[in-house]
């Protein structure tokens, strides 16, 4: 038995690793060049993630070891990962285990066109915690804590709407719902519509709006649609936190997918894929407890660009400011976190 997770102290870490990769991507805002805004925020986090006093294992990342310099699935990282190499003995007595989920840069294409909603964000659990998830498209449908219990994937979108209404005590066409953009929601976008709600679609970044609709206040009632898999389970740690609720299922059909068929590979190889790594029903609906099991959660976003529940960074001669997201499932506490980073002289003028 290791060291247990102090989730109050780590999730303060954590949100240092976030900050720090906000700050990096939005100095590249609106220069257009997503990859290189995607590069600097994974640096960052990275740089940061080592100072932080855990044994730390990336389940979610950048991609395979092979494709992915840092931040890859698999890596180790922490403080006490370089501890215990020093030591030549594993420092499990005095560090934490901790999976951890990474999406450096969420929507780096609306920080290279200085778009809203682009976010820094993680989330970090006990061992075990968090599932493993591929990286393909995963059909979602996420909600706050008026309508948990009551939605179900497997209902049409009509029905869902009503329980959503229903459970906020309101009528359908005071709903709004989040949808991606793209051509393969054309049927769900007329859905929503034919129900008689109110749709913001949006270019990029599921995982924020997801957030969003858990949080009341912000005019977002529901995220419907497909999107990717890793984002699913960031966004389950999240909705473990606010009381939310998603219900997911991947998708792997290249006919449910805007996507050119030639360049995907076919159903079969997926689910041969898929077995591999464990998932032995691909069809199978999670939980938001499937998606993110951990006990002790904990979940940190910094926004990037400005956004429906975040400021972007602000830059100002003597230094930074960031707003964030941090939250455990253990401490109960929800904390906006208004940071400056001072780097001016002793006569900085900080600004309420
Ligand atoms: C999804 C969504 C993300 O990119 O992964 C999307 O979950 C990619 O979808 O929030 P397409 O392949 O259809 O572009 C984001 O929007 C941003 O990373």
Redesign the pocket.
């Known amino acids: 038995m290791g060291y247990e997770i102090q989730t109050e102290h780590l999730s303060l870490d954590f949100l240092r690793v976030c900050e720090a990769a906000a700050i990096e991507a939005a100095k590249t805002m609106g220069q257009g060049d997503r990859k290189y805004s995607d590069h600097v925020a994974v640096e960052a986090m990275r740089t940061v993630m080592d100072t932080v006093p855990m044994l730390g294992r990336i389940v979610i990342g950048e991609g395979e070891r092979d494709e992915a310099p840092m931040l890859y699935i698999g890596e180790e990282v922490g403080e006490g990962v370089r501890a215990a190499r020093e030591k030549g003995e594993p420092c499990d007595e005095i560090y934490p285990e901790v999976d951890i989920a990474v999406?450096p840069l969420?929507?780096?294409?609306?920080c290279a066109l200085g778009a809203n909603n682009a976010i820094a964000v993680l989330a970090a659990s006990e061992r075990g915690g968090l599932l493993n998830a591929p990286d393909i498209?995963?059909d979602k449908i996420v909600v706050g804590p008026s309508s948990r219990g009551l939605i179900d994937i497997n209902a049409s979108v009509t029905n869902n709407l009503a329980a959503i209404a229903k459970g906020l005590g309101r009528e359908v066409n005071d709903l709004t719902v989040i949808v991606?953009d793209?051509t393969?929601h054309r049927k769900l976008i007329q859905e929503v519509r034919d129900a008689g709600a109110r749709i913001r679609l949006?270019?990029?970044?599921?995982?924020?709006?997801g957030i969003s609709a858990a949080v009341a206040g912000t005019n977002i009632h529901a995220l419907m649609g497909?999107?990717?898999a890793?984002?699913?389970v960031i966004t389950a740690a999240a909705m473990k936190c606010l009381n939310g609720e998603i219900q997911a299922r991947l998708v792997f059909d290249p006919e449910r997918?805007?996507?050119d068929k030639n360049k995907v590979p076919p159903q079969e190889e997926v689910v041969s894929r898929l077995k591999e790594m464990g998932i032995d029903d691909p069809n199978k609906v999670y939980s938001t407890d499937d998606l993110a099991p951990g006990k002790k959660i904990i979940f940190a976003a910094t926004g990037v660009t400005d956004g429906a529940l975040l400021r972007g960074v602000r830059f100002f001669g003597a230094g930074k400011r960031t707003h964030s997201l941090v939250m455990t499932t253990e401490s109960r506490h929800i904390r906006f976190v208004d940071t400056v980073h001072v780097e001016g002289g002793p006569d900085t003028v900080i600004r309420f």
Request: glycine residues 18%; hydrophobic residues 30%.
């Open positions: 999406d969420e929507g780096t294409n609306l498209y995963m991606l793209r393969r949006i270019s990029d970044g599921d995982l924020s709006a497909i999107g990717g890793p984002e699913g997918l805007d996507v």
